[in-house]
């Protein structure tokens, strides 16, 4: 890895700081050579702290460390991104990230979703939502649609109708979702119950 730390006067490029396992960006900090080499060495991330003016490894007076996953370089030779597993919250704030943004999955429309549902769940009439109907029919009926959606995704998974068989899926993830938050839980739930299988 062939780093251009000479690009700038101050002997610095940029680090940008990334969750290995959800890819939020937590930080951003700045590197010379001698930090790059020490994070490497060490397998903790270390940078140079311009307001101090010496090396800083994140975490040596707080105790959360990021500890390093993999490093890449960007196309210019002059800017960082690494991968980390953070060892508790990464802003000086006390928050996940420097955005004060909660560092958690997220899996693009489907989180989303989610929210949709908690939302239309707590605020909406069942007259004007079919969610916030099938909340308020309970427990039962929203288990009793999931099933229902189950079979019809088997029936249409022995046809070749590609578009049924893709619509009856989105019909059985989406009820799923559904279950999942009148049970009290959320897909990241089930996502750390099949990482502890792995």
């Not at 959606?149 to 022995?158: L, M, P, S």
Request: hydrophobic share 35%; with cysteine.
């Amino acid at each position: 890895m062939k780093i251009d730390f000479n690009k700038n006067k101050d002997g610095l490029v940029p680090a940008i700081i990334q969750d290995a396992k959800t890819l939020n960006v937590l930080m951003l900090g700045y590197m010379n050579e001698e930090a790059f080499l020490k994070t490497n060495q060490s397998k903790k991330v270390t940078f140079y702290s311009r307001t101090k003016q010496r090396l800083w490894t994140k975490g040596e007076e707080s105790g959360n460390f990021l500890h390093l996953v993999n490093i890449k370089l960007d196309c210019d030779n002059d800017t960082l991104l690494i991968h980390v597993n953070p060892e508790g919250p990464v802003c000086h704030k006390g928050t996940d990230t420097c955005w004060q943004e909660e560092n958690s999955q997220k899996y693009g429309f489907i989180s989303a979703l989610e929210q949709i549902i908690e939302n239309r769940k707590n605020q909406a009439h069942p007259d004007e939502s079919y969610i916030a109907s099938l909340f308020e029919k309970g427990m039962n009926k929203i288990a009793q649609k999931v099933g229902e959606e189950a079979v019809e995704v088997v029936i249409e998974a022995k046809d070749d109708n590609e578009d049924l068989f893709l619509n009856e899926s989105a019909d059985l993830l989406f009820h799923y979702l559904i279950l999942l938050r009148a049970k009290g839980y959320e897909l990241n739930d089930i996502v750390k119950v099949l990482e502890k299988r792995n």
